[in-house]
């Protein structure tokens, strides 16, 4: 009975009283959906602490695994050279990526800013034209109400130097017109003020942002970005250093066998001998342009939509020698994925 008396309350409470535990009573309602909310909110953050937990556990699990099986490989000595090469091998392909990767992004800005250039140039040239306008417009207004200001102190006068009797029979028809200037001229001045705010919200007009290049732009930066690709392959291709740079890349050291020191000691100093090469190559703008065109001459695509090319209408090497003279072989670096080229090309 008490329990049902601290619900409902008493049949001898004030309307204020019942009103007061009605409160109360929607209050914890309210509170206990609150924590029922927070509470629902806490598991599934800890829900979803623990999946990444899990994950970070395999990733070190994983981790651990490739350490142990390197360190496993550095106990046996017949390995160890093997090791060496498959790391140097594998610092090819990371420095080509790289340098492909810097090429690209260089291309990319150099077409952004001269994009970005061109519509400044177009918009400062209309914002001009808007506020040329604008200011011949406020010229004809300024006139117009001179114009009016002159003829509205014409007819004060005229009217101040009317004789008594004419001033008489006039003076309402004056009065009219002199209120009618009175009104055209505020009105001009009102326009007048629109002018000048309109100027100005021209003059402080903010510039466009940068757009996105056009899938034709994205199309000729490719071209360059394989004609570069193409350059890196054919300065390690001698010996098989590129293809073996690639298969380093994308294999785990210990997959490959490079046979004994001997055979190890032969690659380093090919490696040694390529990546010298690699820092001197320079002045070869004008091979890239020509490669890119005759890649661009080939390339296919799967919609008008597509920046990136079928792989198999690219797969034309062309070494282009000092004299101008192309020779081609075969060769398709997109579709095998060469220098990480699936990632760079622009899209």
């Known amino acids: 009975m008490a329990s049902l008396t601290a619900i409902f309350g008493s049949s001898t409470d004030t309307a204020e009283e019942r009103q007061n535990e009605s409160e109360k009573l929607l209050n914890l309602y309210w509170n206990r959906a609150e924590l029922k909310k927070e509470?629902?909110?806490?598991?599934?953050?800890?829900?979803?602490?623990?999946?990444?937990?899990?994950?970070?556990?395999?990733?070190?699990?994983?981790?651990?695994?490739?350490?142990?099986?390197?360190?496993n490989l550095l106990l046996d000595p017949g390995w160890v050279y093997n090791i060496v090469t498959h790391f140097q091998l594998k610092a090819i392909n990371l420095r080509c990526q790289e340098r492909l990767a810097i090429f690209a992004e260089q291309l990319k800005r150099q077409r952004e800013q001269k994009q970005h250039s061109h519509l400044l140039e177009a918009w400062n040239a209309e914002r001009a034209q808007e506020a040329k306008d604008i200011e011949r417009e406020l010229g004809e207004q300024r006139t117009h109400v001179q114009l009016l200001e002159d003829r509205l102190q014409a007819e004060?006068?005229?009217?101040?130097?009317?004789?008594?009797?004419?001033?008489?029979?006039?003076?309402?028809?004056?009065?009219?017109?002199?209120?009618?200037?009175?009104?055209k001229i505020e009105s001009g001045h009102a326009e007048?003020?629109?002018?000048?705010?309109?100027?100005?919200?021209?003059q402080n007009r903010e510039p466009p942002d940068t757009q996105g290049l056009s899938i034709a732009i994205k199309r000729l930066i490719n071209y360059m970005i394989l004609a570069f690709a193409q350059q890196l392959y054919l300065h390690f291709r001698d010996d098989d250093?590129?293809?073996?740079?690639?298969?380093?890349?994308?294999?785990?050291?210990?997959?490959?066998?490079?046979?004994?020191?001997?055979?190890?000691?032969?690659?380093?100093?090919?490696?040694?001998?390529?990546?010298?090469?690699?820092?001197?190559?320079?002045?070869?703008?004008?091979?890239?342009?020509?490669r890119a065109n005759l890649i661009a001459q080939k390339a296919l695509f799967q919609s008008d939509d597509d920046a990136v090319p079928v792989s198999q209408s690219v797969a034309t090497i062309f070494e282009i020698d000092a004299d101008g003279k192309v020779s081609q072989d075969d060769g398709?670096?997109?579709?095998?994925n060469y220098w990480n080229l699936d990632h760079i090309l622009s899209r």
């Open 39 to 71: 509470f629902a909110r806490l598991r599934n953050e800890q829900f979803e602490l623990r999946d990444r937990i899990k994950a970070h556990e395999g990733e070190a699990a994983r981790v651990q695994q490739k350490l142990d099986h390197l360190e």
């Open 192 to 202: 007048e003020r629109a002018l000048l705010q309109l100027y100005d919200e021209v």
């Open 332 to 336: 398709n670096l997109l579709g095998e």
């Open 156 to 183: 004060r006068h005229r009217l101040a130097t009317m004789s008594g009797i004419l001033k008489i029979f006039r003076r309402r028809s004056l009065t009219a017109l002199l209120d009618n200037l009175a009104e």
């Open 241 to 290: 250093i590129a293809m073996l740079a690639k298969e380093a890349g994308d294999k785990s050291v210990g997959a490959i066998n490079y046979g004994g020191k001997a055979s190890c000691d032969v690659i380093l100093a090919k490696i040694k001998k390529r990546l010298d090469k690699l820092e001197n190559l320079a002045d070869f703008a004008d091979v890239l342009h020509s």
